[in-house]
């Protein structure tokens, strides 16, 4: 069981360290609730456990998960309630192991394919021409962030950042975090003030 727990907060850094290592940034997306009034909510708080909470403890991401999360909904004009908030965060972080394929023209001995494969056996190149299959696998993470009306029980946005976890990301956890859900935050309908 220990062993179980300690390869899930593992896994949870690598995810959480999921943007920094993102060339072109990572994927964003956003739903949000239309007939939610985001004007009306004056407080938050966090759901208890979190979504990233594990064994019975709060991790060390779950605590940059809230202190990132805590700082973009301030920046927008929210007061934090341990007692009684309006809205309720939740986190939610997934990491998957993926395999990119990309096929490209190689010069080694080969004869007939050509540099893309359109000559396909009609007539030969020159014969130092193929196509080479390279498989490369890495991590894939996803943090999903949902912001829910406590009275209502009811999700009103939720905002999902996917990108390529790196060894880069993992040097620093925290940055990643920061950026992961600052990147989510871009898609929410309050902007900061």
Avoid: H
């Avoid at 790196?166 to 925290?174: A, D, G, I, Q, W």
């Amino acid at each position: 069981m220990k062993r179980r727990v300690a390869i899930g907060a593992i896994r949870l850094a690598c995810l959480a360290a999921l943007v920094a290592g993102c060339a072109s940034g990572p994927t964003v997306r956003a739903e949000f609730d239309p007939q939610a009034d985001f004007t009306r909510y004056a407080t938050f708080g966090f759901a208890d456990p979190l979504g990233t909470d594990r064994a019975g403890y709060q991790t060390m991401v779950s605590q940059y998960l809230k202190a990132a999360g805590r700082r973009e909904l301030e920046s927008r004009g929210f007061r934090y309630s341990e007692t009684a908030p309006e809205l309720l965060v939740n986190f939610n972080a997934q990491l998957n192991e993926k395999l990119r394929v990309s096929t490209l023209p190689y010069m080694g001995p080969a004869y007939g394919m050509g540099y893309y494969g359109y000559r396909g056996g009609l007539y030969g190149a020159w014969p130092m021409y193929r196509d080479e299959t390279i498989v490369t696998p890495y991590n894939e993470g996803t943090l999903n962030i949902d912001i829910v009306d406590r009275a209502r029980r009811q999700m009103i946005w939720e905002g999902v950042t996917i990108g390529t976890v790196t060894e880069k990301s993992l040097e620093n956890v925290r940055a990643a975090i920061d950026a992961a859900v600052a990147a989510a935050f871009t898609k929410f309908p309050v902007a900061p003030k």
